[in-house]
């Protein structure tokens, strides 16, 4: 039987990643395929559905997926994630020349963040700001919406935002922070970091129980099976960001489950209920 996996086309280098791991899949004896898909709700109702027993899941995807099984009786697990996936931290920051030093500093004032979906950019860094005690406006770049953050366009117009003063702070995943003051977005120097999240977890490869047992099994024990010296898939890890794939676990998406509830991303049921978001 064909492992069947959803994957969301957040970028052209999806084809090559997967189309990649497909290869070596067959070549290790599990018959592999792939479906892309345009958002991740597709994605995740989907994968409830079983019309795929796998998904690369976004975070939030996760969150929504475990809602939506619960609600219609089924379940989801974690089976793997990358060795990146763990301990992430979102920052909020501000220009270095600016009269901002607290949280409360930003009362009255205009804070950058991603799209809508995205975790590390808006949901998660809003949450820690509210949770500080922050009253500030927000303003929305909402660059790929759908893709959960994945795009990290969003992010990178609110840090352009930041540095012309069209708002006074921005929210960003702090490899993203290190990013864009590397290539130049965010002058070297010019941001200090205001606050910093507690750290979470972001991908996981989400399978659902109707899969079938045995191919799942396999499937991730080739995953974290894969080798970073193996030149043959050492520049397909590259491009999706690891170096080793690892079991997967839920203790790093607390933070993110009461963003959600505390701003109605999503109910209980896993029905989309935040406000104006079309994916």
């Known amino acids: 039987m064909t492992l069947l996996m959803g994957a969301v086309a957040y970028d052209a280098k999806v084809v090559p990643i997967w189309s990649g791991f497909r290869s070596w899949f067959l070549r290790h004896g599990l018959p592999f395929d792939f479906v892309l898909y345009s958002t991740y709700e597709r994605q995740v109702e989907d994968l409830v559905a079983g019309r795929v027993h796998a998904a690369w899941n976004s975070p939030l995807a996760w969150i929504r997926a475990q809602r939506l099984a619960a609600a219609q009786g089924c379940s989801v697990s974690p089976l793997v994630m990358r060795d990146t996936d763990r301990d992430l931290r979102s920052v909020v920051v501000v220009r270095s020349d600016s009269g901002i030093f607290s949280v409360d500093d930003l009362k009255g004032r205009t804070v950058g963040t991603g799209a809508v979906d995205s975790p590390q950019a808006t949901l998660l860094p809003l949450h820690h700001l509210r949770s500080l005690g922050g009253e500030f406006d927000v303003r929305r770049f909402e660059v790929g919406v759908g893709l959960h953050g994945d795009h990290i366009g969003g992010e990178r117009e609110a840090a352009r935002a930041l540095m012309s003063g069209d708002v006074a702070a921005a929210c960003l995943l702090d490899a993203d922070h290190l990013l864009f003051s590397r290539e130049g977005t965010l002058p070297a120097g010019s941001t200090r970091i205001l606050t910093t999240t507690e750290p979470y977890d972001h991908c996981n490869m989400t399978v659902v129980d109707t899969a079938p047992e045995e191919p799942v099994r396999r499937f991730g024990a080739l995953l974290t099976g894969m080798s970073y010296a ?22 790093g998406y607390g933070e993110l489950e009461a963003a959600v509830d505390a701003c109605g991303f999503y109910d209980r049921a896993g029905r989309i209920t935040a406000d104006g978001y079309r994916p």
């Open 230 to 251: 193996d030149p043959e898939v050492r520049p397909l890890l590259d491009l999706e960001g690891l170096t080793a794939w690892v079991e997967g676990r839920t203790t």
